[in-house]
């Protein structure tokens, strides 16, 4: 695949605009329908704990039952992480009962924002139990463009609502090309999980 936007030859003036400032805190979000959302949210909490600030993840939908790498290694970083939702909804045996864990795990990551300790916290899959309505996205926006000055947030999920890409300061769209999944091949340990 041969990218239209890529220069015929290298760059040699700066493209970066004139009086960059730097911000206390930033709101990325990983949105669209291709793999690496939370992969690329991972990577920037690694990224964010080796510069020493104190990480959190609350993970909407993945079951605390389940081992993922994300989780094997974040506890080996000292990142703080939750895994607080009951798995894929097409596998529930009661959707009330997710929804009541998706608003504990919102509970909990409005906490984690409002006490300002941690520099980043990752609010992974949010973007579902938002657009579904489990969770108040008046008041998840509120909290959000309320938080205190040094605390980064990293947003991830399908479908982004209007509202948190235009507060976001950088938003990422992965676009599936092709996945395996299409193949009828499984997730994979140590590359999905």
């Known amino acids: 695949m041969t990218d239209v936007n890529m220069p015929e030859e290298p760059p040699t003036e700066d493209p970066r605009p004139d009086g960059l400032q730097v911000a206390k805190s930033l709101v990325l979000v990983h949105t669209g329908d291709g793999k690496g959302k939370s992969s690329a949210a991972f990577g920037i909490a690694m990224r964010a ?3 020493d600030w104190p990480v959190a993840v609350i993970q909407f939908l993945k079951s605390d039952e389940w081992v993922t790498g994300e989780q094997l290694m974040a506890d080996t970083l000292g990142i703080d992480f939750q895994s607080l ?3 894929f ?3 529930s045996d009661d959707l009330s009962k997710d929804e009541a864990e998706a608003q504990e795990a919102w509970r909990q ?3 984690i924002v409002e006490a300002g300790e941690h520099r980043l916290v990752v609010f992974d899959e949010i973007t579902y139990p938002l657009n579904w309505g489990w969770i108040d996205a008046d008041e998840v ?3 959000f463009r309320t938080r205190p000055a040094k605390v980064s947030l990293l947003l991830t999920g399908r479908d982004a ?3 948190m890409i ?7 769209e992965m676009v599936k090309t092709k996945h395996a999944y299409d193949s009828g091949i499984a997730a994979k340990k140590g590359i999905d999980f």
């Open 49 to 51: 704990r080796a510069r």
């Open 85 to 87: 939702g009951d798995g």
């Open 89 to 91: 909804t097409w596998d």
């Open 109 to 111: 990551g409005k906490a």
């Open 141 to 143: 926006e509120a909290t």
């Open 161 to 163: 609502p209007e509202w």
């Open 166 to 172: 235009d507060m976001a300061d950088t938003v990422t």
